[in-house]
């Protein structure tokens, strides 16, 4: 892997992390709530460690890329697991996007682990 492309890709992992906490502990709206869930209702004391846990490993995976350790794509696929599980569980037409960059996340850290 080149080095652009690892840089490029460890920020993006990164800054994957940090939508996490934005979306579902810091961002509010009058019209949709991400942290209200359509099993639980208000999820807040469920989601909002979910969404920690999922930026922690994003972030986890962001660094250990940048500093070209050989096991980032278990950190990528671990956080991209527990970020689809928080998706479904605030299950909501704008995580489509989410899900389409937690698929690419995956399909990346797959790509190189087969290299």
Known sequence: ????????AGLFLIWHG??????????S????????????????PV???IA?????LFTLA?????LDTDWWPYAAVAAAAVSLALMLLT?????L?????NAAVVAFALRTLTR
Not at 62 to 66: I, K, P, Q, R
Not at 91 to 95: F, G, K
């Open 1 to 8: 892997m080149t080095t652009v492309i690892r840089l490029a």
């Open 18 to 27: 940090v939508v996490h906490v934005i979306m579902w502990a810091v961002y």
């Open 29 to 44: 709206s009058a019209s949709w709530d991400p942290r209200h869930s359509w099993l639980l209702g208000d999820a807040r």
């Open 47 to 49: 989601v909002i460690p």
């Open 52 to 56: 920690a846990l999922s930026a922690a």
């Open 62 to 66: 962001g660094v250990t890329l940048l």
């Open 91 to 95: 299950c909501n037409i704008r995580w």
């Open 97 to 101: 996007w989410g899900i389409a960059l």
